[in-house]
C-alpha cells in the first residue's frame, strides 16, 4: 500500500523518519496551520498518488480526564469557527450555502493493522488561534462537549483528502490540556514518544503486509 505520512512540523515525526524510510512510506512536512497544510499537501499530491494518507501529531485535550501522551484517532474534524457573526449568533459556513466546514476521515478498502483500530476514536476541532482564554473554552465545551482534540490543522489534511477522494486518517496524541495557557504542564515528549512508538508500528506491519 503506498502511503504518505503528513505532519505540521519535522518534530513529531522525526524518531519514525528512519522506519519510514525503511518501509519506503514517503512522508510530508507541511508546516503549521490550515493554509500551509493545504498548500503542501495540493502541491505534492499533484504529482503523486498514494493508497492512503496518514495524518499525525499532537494536540490538545478539552476533556481533564484524558491522560497525557494518551493516542486517539480522529473520525471527523471542523474548522473552528468558519462562517459568519449575527450579532451575538454564529452562523456556519454550511448553513450559508458556500461550504463545509466538517470533513471526515475516509477508511481504505483494505484491511489496516490491528495498531490502527484499537485506537479510541474521537472528533477534532482545527483553529488558527489555540485557546487558552477560560471564556472561549467554556463556549466550546458547551457547545461539543468534552470529547474533542484541538490542532491546527487536522481538518485541512482531511479537507484535501475528502476533495480528492483519497483513504485518509488522522492520529494524535495529547500534549497538554486547553486551559489558560500554562506550558508547565504540558508534556510534549511524551506525546512525541507515544505517537512515534505507535508510528514505526504501524508502518512497518503496513508495508510488510
Excluded at 476533556?63 to 497525557?68: A, S, T
Excluded at 483500530?117 to 458547551?142: F, L, R
Excluded at 490543522?153 to 475528502?162: C, D, M, P, Q, T
Amino acid at each position: 500500500m503506498k502511503t504518505l505520512v503528513v505532519a505540521a512540523t519535522e518534530l513529531e515525526i522525526s524518531a519514525s523518519i528512519p522506519t519510514l524510510i525503511e518501509t519506503n512510506t514517503d512522508y510530508l512536512v507541511t508546516g503549521v496551520g490550515m493554509v500551509a497544510t493545504a498548500f503542501s499537501m495540493g502541491q505534492h499530491l499533484s504529482n503523486n498518488s498514494y493508497d492512503l494518507l496518514i495524518n499525525v501529531g499532537i494536540a490538545g485535550t478539552f476533556n481533564p480526564y484524558h491522560q497525557l501522551g494518551s493516542i486517539h484517532r480522529i473520525k471527523t474534524d471542523r474548522i473552528h469557527e468558519f462562517g459568519a457573526e449575527n450579532d451575538q449568533d454564529f452562523i456556519p459556513i454550511d448553513s450559508l450555502g458556500f461550504g463545509n466546514s466538517v470533513f471526515v476521515e475516509i477508511l481504505p478498502q483494505l484491511s489496516l493493522p490491528a495498531e490502527f483500530y484499537d485506537i479510541p476514536y474521537i472528533d477534532g476541532i482545527t483553529v488558527n488561534k489555540a485557546h487558552g482564554s477560560e471564556d472561549s473554552i467554556k463556549k466550546i465545551k458547551n457547545e461539543y462537549g468534552l470529547g474533542l482534540l484541538e490542532s491546527m490543522e487536522g481538518a485541512a489534511f482531511f479537507y484535501v483528502a475528502n476533495k480528492l477522494r483519497i483513504p485518509c486518517i488522522q492520529v494524535r496524541t495529547i500534549s497538554n490540556l486547553v486551559e489558560r495557557r500554562n506550558t508547565e504542564n504540558w508534556n510534549i515528549p511524551l506525546a512525541l514518544k507515544e505517537l512515534n512508538t505507535w508510528l514505526q508500528s504501524f508502518v512497518t506491519v503496513l508495508q510488510s503486509s
